[in-house]
């Protein structure tokens, strides 16, 4: 099965899951709903839920199991983004080519829709009916680190710090790992622990998760040197205007895309090791291998 | 025992519990570890947490059980209240006698520190070893939903919208039960839920929770009219100068503290109700009573 299909097969499943979950969470109050939903379903790609049921697939297990732990990953990730484009953090007018929350709904909006994504999240862990209690917790203790204060928003704080100093290109790796790897590592943890898969397949996976978590950022901030905005949907020049640190301001732009693909050789590596190792795992790792275009240049 | 007493010997072990959990939560991000503790061992009252252990005590169980949910909610609790002093939100610059976090560390760190004591709540409840993976799941549950866009994130929604028109005193009461409420009824459940209290108990500790949260809120909205700042620690005079609807606003002075009295006596009812039925209750249930003179005028 390719990307292409099996993201035909469960991804408008997935949705309709995350709106049912996003109905239930929000009865009532209307704008909180409509803000939440905005961002929640404003086509983003569903990188993170895709490689939680991926992993199921590779794993054999039920991929719907995943449900629970790819909604709440991807309602964190949404939340992220709405208080990352606020003002007094990035300030961005434009995301995947629409107005940000903040734009369309207000700032006091855009951040009680963020909280609340943020708070829903655990909700939709805890009260799936789908895993045992044991595995729940061990979800939302994992997802919570990855997202908290010794992840996401620790490398979201080295970032804003960061604007104001020359990172080394491995204190940079440092921030990505925190800032973007923490969750996409979580992406295939949490596949792997609810299929209760071997201790090597999730070491493995986890090595992957590594790689492209790293050649994800890498890609990220090439796209803004390289493309222009009708290609990424928002605006670009951005970070560079801001003096960040990049992997292009770094590197510049040929030694960052060398890096990139050294990072996708690696992960493919990993691909390797995995489909040499699992019965009838080609077609079902060729999901994985697609999953890595969508970060090269 | 007298509230005096069980602060005295029950609030230094749970603050001292409360910052180690922070330490272990926030490793490396010194900055992010300052804003948390700013606001987290800032001098609030730990009414919610109170209200755990003295439910606990009452309950007959032991009450350091009910610190890794006392704790959540005092996350909770300081994260609602760092956002809502955004210059986007209520724009304060001062609580408890000090300025508010974006004050002092800049509206971006404020964000990602309220974010974080948000995420690292449910990462306490989760990992606390002294309570069983079905315990933690349905706490964890229950303090999603009180605290999520059906709770308090709903309330904080409808107070924003409430700002421009007025409302009866009935949708007030709406406002505030989830606003304010829903957290000082989710102390008391826990405490409940973790002492496996039986049904009439529990019933009866969440009226009591009901009115306290009541009295609390319409005492807030008095304190700000009949109090000047040197005894509040905070600007006053504020939600007036917004035309918000409060007690006062929608009853007058003396209509608000009439029906703030009513409350008051309607949560002595449930203690009555309740010291009658519990062996020994009478010096536990004291404590109770002294938390309700926290709001009286």
């Not at 090439?222 to 301001?249: C, F, R």
Request: charged share 25%; proline share 2%.
């Amino acid at each position: 099965m390719n990307l292409r299909e099996f993201q035909a097969e469960w991804m408008p499943r997935f949705d309709a899951y995350l709106y049912s979950e996003l109905r239930a969470a929000v009865p009532e109050q209307e704008n909180l709903h409509k803000a939440m939903a905005y961002s929640l379903m404003g086509g983003g790609k569903r990188i993170r839920p895709l490689l939680v049921l991926a992993t199921l697939a590779l794993a054999g297990r039920e991929i719907s199991d995943g449900f629970a732990a790819a909604a709440a990953l991807e309602y964190i990730h949404t939340y992220s983004l709405i208080h990352d484009d606020l003002p007094a953090m990035d300030d961005d007018d434009y995301r995947r080519g629409r107005l940000t929350s903040h734009k369309v709904f207000g700032e006091s909006t855009a951040i009680l829709a963020g909280d609340a994504l943020l708070t829903a999240a655990f909700e939709i862990l805890a009260e799936t009916p789908t895993l045992s209690a044991d595995k729940k917790i061990r979800l939302i203790a994992l997802l919570a680190k990855a997202a908290g204060p010794d992840g996401m928003i620790a490398g979201q704080m080295d970032d804003v710090e960061g604007e104001e100093k020359r990172l080394t290109i491995e204190e940079l790796k440092q921030v990505h790992d925190k800032k973007t790897g923490a969750l996409i590592r979580f992406s295939v943890t949490a596949g792997c622990l609810i299929a209760e898969a071997d201790g090597s397949f999730a070491r493995e996976m986890e090595q992957f998760s590594r790689h492209l978590g790293l050649a994800y950022q890498i890609h990220n901030d090439l796209k803004d040197v390289v493309l222009d905005e009708a290609q990424t949907g928002k605006t670009t020049h951005h970070d560079a205007d801001l003096n960040k640190n990049t992997y292009p301001s770094l590197l510049g732009v040929a030694g960052a895309i060398q890096e990139l693909n050294t990072v996708i050789g690696q992960a493919e590596g990993c691909l390797e090791r995995l489909a040499a190792r699992i019965d009838d795992a080609e077609n079902k790792i060729d999901v994985f291998r697609e999953i890595l275009d969508y970060v090269r240049i």
